[in-house]
């Protein structure tokens, strides 16, 4: 096993990471911005770093900062927890190259799930059915224009590269050229290549996630929830028959053994209305959904990811169907002003307990929330012998949420727990 483990990210993976290492007897370090000094994460680390100012640029997504910051403390792995540089395989290089462990896919894996084209490509050879599109990219709207009408709209435009969420939906025909266009400004302004691609739209689908740990699927996952394409209410076990749960676990699984995947894999599938799965995505960035496979399995995932790693057995549990689990990503946004960040000293704070109810979160009084930083306060999971239970306790923990002066969006969370719809076979509600 490692001895000392750089955890270069921040909140609540960082977290999340430096108490598995303390349960696991591993030292953690913990680089820091000079506006995270005061961090729970860098105040329970073993040993800590100031990589400079606030700008991402300027720490967290400054590779040699990081890099001599693992060297300096004499650290012999990095865990790159989830966003951040956790997906980027030139990091993941340069931190191989130091001589220093990446708990995480290599950079031929995360090449590959950088790339949505390519992953396409990779299921259709597995015979993974996908959503039809365009098999190249779109280098411009004239080109756009005959694989549209090909595919009939409405379509979506997406960038080629698999970290960005910038879609553009295309629903006639004179809107080609200005979607095609702004999707494309918007990859530009993230530093990535320009390429995207079409895909048809598909109302009313629901994703699920299958999580594979050393090439075996262990639990799944549903979206109960999205607004503005971020997974806010997600559920476990997803509402699947046991047919389509066994092909998305049996698809799941060629696909890690294709890729000779020995770490934590998630794959993302599309269910339509008729329940009808495509495959959508891979990822091999830690989910920040993953306590609810730990709730309904026992298992500790990030420990499982460290022993791997380290080329030991991940103890890998099977899921408990008997039980389902529920879990909300609160925010710091203020509904009143369209979900603007609510910024500021978070002066008086009370975070839920009792049974059955599992709070991450990073956030403690006097904690200063920037807007240049992900606005995630808490993620709250409930569980239950059923997800009306689930819910019941969930909603119980919002009403003890309180984070003073701070706006979150706990109502809009409350308002569609309380829809008719949520949780429902064959529904999803998004905004």
């Not at 995630?376 to 003073?404: K, P």
Request: proline residues 7%; contains cysteine.
């Amino acid at each position: 096993m490692f001895r000392k483990v750089l955890v270069a990210c921040r909140g609540i993976p960082a977290l999340r990471i430096v108490r598995t290492c303390r349960e696991l007897g591993i030292r953690s370090v913990v680089p820091y911005s000079e506006a995270d000094r005061t961090a729970l994460p860098v105040l329970l680390a073993d040993e800590t770093v100031c990589i400079g100012p606030a700008p991402l640029r300027d720490s967290y997504l400054n590779v040699s900062r990081l890099l001599a910051a693992a060297e300096v403390t004499g650290c012999d792995a990095l865990h790159p927890g989830w966003g951040f540089l956790g997906a980027d395989p030139e990091f993941a290089d340069a931190t191989i190259s130091s001589g220093i462990a990446f708990i995480g896919p290599g950079p031929d894996a995360l090449r590959l799930f950088a790339d949505r084209l390519a992953q396409r490509r990779l299921a259709r050879e597995l015979k993974i059915p996908v959503v039809p599109g365009t098999e190249e990219p779109v280098s411009s709207p004239a080109e756009a224009v005959p694989a549209v009408l090909k595919l009939g709209l409405p379509v979506v435009v997406r960038p080629v590269a698999s970290n960005l969420h910038c879609s553009r939906l295309i629903n006639k025909e004179k809107d080609i050229e200005y979607q095609v266009r702004m999707c494309q400004a918007e990859v530009r302004a993230h530093n990535a290549t320009e390429q995207v691609y079409l895909e048809r739209y598909l109302p009313r689908t629901r994703p699920v996630d299958v999580l594979v740990i050393f090439s075996q699927p262990v639990a799944e996952w549903e979206v109960g929830f999205y607004h503005r394409e971020q997974d806010l209410l997600v559920f476990s076990p997803a509402n699947l028959s046991g047919n389509l749960r066994s092909r998305l676990y049996r698809w799941s699984r060629l696909l890690a053994e294709q890729l000779q995947f020995q770490g934590v894999l998630v794959v993302r599938f599309l269910i339509d209305e008729d329940n009808t799965p495509y495959f959508l995505q891979l990822s091999g960035e830690l989910s920040p959904w993953h306590p609810l496979a730990e709730i309904i399995t026992g298992m500790d995932i990030v420990a499982g990811q460290l022993k791997v790693a380290a080329g030991e057995n991940a103890g890998i549990v099977p899921a408990d169907q008997g039980i389902r689990a529920l879990a909300a990503g609160i925010r710091a946004e203020d509904p009143g002003a369209d979900f603007e960040p609510s910024t500021g000293i978070v002066s008086e704070l009370l975070l839920p307990g009792g049974p059955h109810l599992r709070v991450e979160s990073y956030i403690y009084p006097g904690y200063e929330i920037l807007g240049e930083y992900d606005l995630l306060l808490v993620n709250l999971f409930s569980w239950g012998a059923d997800l009306e239970t689930a819910v019941r306790r969930l909603l119980r923990g919002f009403a003890e949420l309180n984070f003073g002066s701070i706006r979150t969006n706990i109502e809009l969370l409350s308002t569609v727990l309380h829809h008719p719809h949520f949780g429902q076979p064959g529904r999803s509600i998004f905004f």
